[in-house]
C-alpha cells in the first residue's frame, strides 16, 4: 500500500473523483491501480480567499517496487497472548466507551463479560434524559452522567483525540462497524452526533448479547469484597462473583470513588478544569473561520482556542459543539451541571463551548482524596441556589460578566439550555482566579475568532465534568493496589473523551487476557 499525501481539492467532487486525483498526482500507470482509500480529510481555510480540502488517501498497485519515491505503508497488528483461562466471566461496571469497548475485546477472544449498569438502556434513557431537559424531574440513577452510552452519548460524539495509538483507528472502524457514518473513519475531526449514537449503541449491545455477553440495567454496584483470589461484587439487588472486576465507572460516579475510599483503592487528586458554557450564533462563527467567499459546501465551522493567563492559569475552550444546545447534566437533585450536545447535522442556531480554567490540588480546601469531587459539588450547588432552585441555569450575557453587573435582559443570542434559565451574576458564584482568568481570555480569543467577545454572548453556570476529579491508581498490569480490579477509562483518570476511553478499554481488556 503506497501513502499519498496532500492531495489538494478546490472543489466538491466524489471520493472516487479524489482517487483518481490521488492517483494522477502519484503518476500511478493506469495498469499498476488496483484499489485506493481515503485516509484522512481536513479542511485548509488559513487562506479564506483560497479554502481547500486536503486528503491522505492510501493506493494499492500491482507493483509498489515501481514507485520508490512513495511511502509504503503496511497494516500493524497488535499480538496479544491469550493466557486467561478461568471458569469466571469478567465482570464490567459501566456501560461507557471504556466499558463497551472493554466487552467487545473481551468477546473478540471469545470471553463472555457480564455487564453492570446503574442506568437504563438507551433508547428509555432519552425518555429519562427529556423528562429532565423538559419537565426538571431529574432520576439520579439515569440521567446524562449514567447509563448506556455514558456520558458522551448526549454531547457531539467527537472522536478527535490528543493521543497517539495505533487503537485509534481500530476505534473509529468499529464505530462505523456497527452504524456510525462512514467519514467518521477518515475526517481530521470525526463525530457521529447524538443522534446517531444512540443507534450505534444498541447495534453494540446486540452484539454482546449476541455472542454471550450480558447486561444487568438498573443495577447498582454498591460495594465489593475480596474472599482470596475471587471478588463478590455486591449491587443493590444481587451479588457476582469473579476473578476479574472492571471498574468503567465514569466521572460523575461520586458515590462509587466514596465507597472505593473506605474499602482501600488507593487513589490520588488530579488537575481538572471548571467554568462556563459560552454561546454564539453558529453563522457568525462560520464566518469567522470561513469568511464569505468560499464555494464549497463546508460543513458548520469549528474552533479550538487556549490563552495563558498572567495569573499562571489556563484558559481553554473544551468541547465545541457546533450548531448544538447546552444540555442540563446534573446528577445530583440540588445542582446544575451543563455539557454540550449536537446531532449530526449540527444545524441548530447557535454554537456552543465550555471555557474552562484550570483547577489543581493547591485550590482543594484540604487534602481529602476525593477533595476535588466535592469542589466540584460546592459549585453545581451554588449554581443551583443562584438561578432560584428551580432546575434552571444561571445565565449571563458576556458585558455583564465582564462588568460584575447582573443581566437584565438578553440580546439577540437566545440561551438554549432547559428547562430553562435565569439572569443573573455569574461572578457570585465563581471563585475570582476563575473569573478573572475568563475575562482575561474573552478579548483574546476574540482577536482568534471574530465576534467571540459579543456583548450579547451568553454563558451558562457551570461546567464542572470535563473529567474525572481523581486517579484510581493502577500498576503496569492496569490492576489496582488490590489485584483482580482493574480502574479503565475516564471516571479512573485514564481517558479524556469518547476515543481515548474506548482504548483504555481496549487496553485493560487485553491485561486480562494475557493475565494467567
Do not use: W
Not at 481555510?45 to 486528503?55: G, L, S, W
Not at 473513519?185 to 450505534?200: A, Q
Not at 466521572?251 to 481538572?272: D, P, Q, V, W, Y
Request: charge should be positive; aromatic fraction near 10%.
Amino acid at each position: 500500500m503506497l501513502r499519498i499525501n496532500d492531495v489538494k481539492v478546490f472543489e466538491d467532487i466524489s471520493n472516487e473523483e479524489v482517487i483518481k486525483k490521488a492517483v494522477k498526482k502519484a503518476r500511478i500507470k493506469t495498469g499498476d491501480f488496483i484499489s485506493g482509500k481515503i485516509i484522512r480529510k481536513s479542511i485548509d481555510a488559513r487562506n479564506k480567499n483560497n479554502i481547500f480540502y486536503n486528503y491522505t488517501v492510501d493506493i494499492e498497485v500491482k507493483n509498489e517496487n515501481n514507485y520508490p519515491k512513495l511511502k509504503k505503508v503496511s497494516k500493524t497488528s497488535l499480538k496479544i497472548e491469550k493466557n486467561r483461562n478461568s471458569i469466571y466471566k469478567p465482570i464490567i461496571v459501566g456501560s461507557g466507551p471504556a466499558g463497551l469497548f472493554c466487552a467487545l475485546t473481551l468477546i473478540e477472544y471469545g470471553y463472555q463479560p457480564i455487564i453492570i449498569e446503574q442506568g437504563d438502556c438507551v433508547e428509555k434513557r432519552i425518555k429519562v434524559v427529556d423528562n429532565y431537559r423538559y419537565n426538571g424531574i431529574l432520576n439520579e440513577r439515569c440521567n446524562v452522567q449514567f447509563g448506556e452510552g455514558g456520558a458522551g452519548t448526549f454531547s457531539d460524539g467527537k472522536l478527535n483525540t490528543g493521543i497517539n495509538s495505533p487503537l485509534i483507528q481500530k476505534v473509529l472502524d468499529t464505530f462505523h462497524f456497527f452504524g456510525a457514518p462512514v467519514e467518521i473513519t477518515y475526517l481530521n475531526k470525526p463525530h457521529i452526533g447524538t443522534d446517531n449514537l444512540v443507534n450505534v449503541i444498541k447495534n453494540i449491545r446486540k452484539y454482546i448479547e449476541e455472542n454471550g455477553g450480558k447486561y444487568y440495567f438498573n443495577t447498582k454496584f454498591t460495594s465489593f469484597e475480596k474472599e482470596g483470589s475471587l471478588i463478590k461484587i455486591i449491587c443493590e439487588d444481587r451479588t457476582f462473583v469473579s476473578d476479574t472486576l472492571v471498574l468503567a465507572i465514569g466521572h460523575s460516579a461520586r458515590n462509587t470513588f466514596e465507597m472505593l475510599k473506605e474499602k482501600g483503592i488507593t487513589m490520588k487528586k488530579k488537575n481538572f478544569a471548571v467554568g462556563l458554557r459560552i454561546e454564539h450564533q453558529q453563522e457568525m462563527i462560520n464566518q469567522a473561520q470561513y469568511g464569505h467567499k468560499t464555494k464549497l459546501n463546508l460543513p458548520v465551522a469549528e474552533y479550538k482556542l487556549s490563552y495563558h493567563s498572567k495569573n499562571g492559569r489556563s484558559c481553554y475552550t473544551f468541547c465545541m459543539c457546533p450548531g448544538g444546545e447546552v444540555i442540563a447534566s446534573s446528577s445530583e437533585k440540588g445542582s446544575i451541571v451543563t455539557n454540550g450536545m449536537s446531532y449530526f447535522k449540527r444545524d441548530k442556531e447557535n454554537a456552543n463551548a465550555a471555557l474552562l480554567v484550570n483547577i489543581t490540588p493547591k485550590d482543594f480546601p484540604d487534602d481529602d482524596v476525593l477533595a476535588g469531587m466535592y469542589f466540584q459539588r460546592k459549585l453545581e450547588q451554588a449554581a443551583y441556589a443562584l438561578a432560584g432552585s428551580n432546575n434552571t441555569a444561571p445565565v449571563q450575557r458576556v458585558e455583564d460578566f465582564i462588568n460584575n453587573t447582573p443581566s437584565k435582559s438578553i440580546g439577540y443570542i437566545i440561551p438554549t439550555y432547559k428547562p430553562g434559565y435565569t439572569l443573573t451574576d455569574l461572578n457570585e458564584i465563581l471563585p475570582d482566579f476563575i473569573s478573572d482568568t475568563i475575562k482575561e481570555a474573552l478579548p483574546y480569543f476574540d482577536t482568534k475568532i471574530k465576534g467571540f467577545n459579543d456583548p450579547d454572548a451568553i454563558l451558562t453556570g457551570v461546567e464542572t465534568r470535563s473529567s474525572s476529579p481523581v486517579t484510581i491508581v493502577r500498576n503496569k498490569n492496569l490492576q489496582s493496589n488490590q489485584t483482580g480490579i482493574y480502574p479503565c477509562g475516564e471516571g479512573a483518570g485514564y481517558a479524556g473523551g469518547i476515543t481515548s476511553a474506548a482504548i483504555d478499554g481496549i487496553q485493560v481488556a487485553y491485561k486480562i487476557i494475557e493475565n494467567k
